[in-house]
């Protein structure tokens, strides 16, 4: 069995086993579950689980709504399940493990009210792959592509569902034209850079589903101070 790691965030509210040298979530993961921003008593949908972090962190953070996520690799779904019922949130969080192109309502008990998704950034045939495979499926187009998440997520959304996605901001451009074709129109752009005067790095997109043309462009995210601390936009973050 591979090396595991057990990490306390939260001020140690909250633990995560996770692989030491495969596929570790990183802080695109902690982002996005601190800006997708459920509603009470709605129901979420994490693609690409991986360790379940994401799914984790939402619940923390709000009491009232129930989550799924769906992992493709088998390996990191077997975590997932084990970092939920270690969290004491097995009766508010669920993982499946499946391949999301042929996801139905069916695995996740009826369409959801939003989808969050730090799906793998990198197009196929583009950059070196990382030799570890968990890594490699996470990160490149292996076995998910942009297309097949964003199809998925209107499969899965109710009429006007929301979408929440990171993505890298050099495929701004491919991210928007991608959830129009798939009727998830882009409502909501929020930059993140890594520190102030430094190009953005990320991009937090949020659409809804058969929504009407029009998008809110947001203030930047800085991530970090020049001396390489946290901002206290990342420090409330960390600290749910």
Known sequence: MEPLTRDH???????????????????????????????????????????GVVPIMMAYRHANIRLTGVEIQQPLCDI?????????????????????????????????????????YRKRGSGRINADSQKAVARHELRVDLETVLQTARRMLRPSGRFCIIYPSVRTVDLVTAMRAAGLEPKSLTMIHSKPGSSASLVAMKGLKAGRPGIEVGPPLYLYHEDGTYTGDLEAMFSG
């Open 80 to 120: 997932a399940i084990q970092n939920v019922a270690a969290n004491r949130m097995s009766h508010r969080v669920r993982i499946v493990s499946k391949d999301m192109s042929v996801l139905s309502l069916a695995d996740i008990g009826g369409p959801v009210d939003l989808v969050v998704t730090n799906p793998p």
């Open 9 to 51: 965030f939260f001020n140690g509210d909250i633990v995560l086993t996770q692989p030491k040298s495969g596929y570790r979530f990183s802080i695109d993961a902690v982002i996005l579950s601190h800006l997708a921003d459920p509603q009470p008593g709605e129901t979420v949908l994490d693609l690409g689980a991986g360790c």
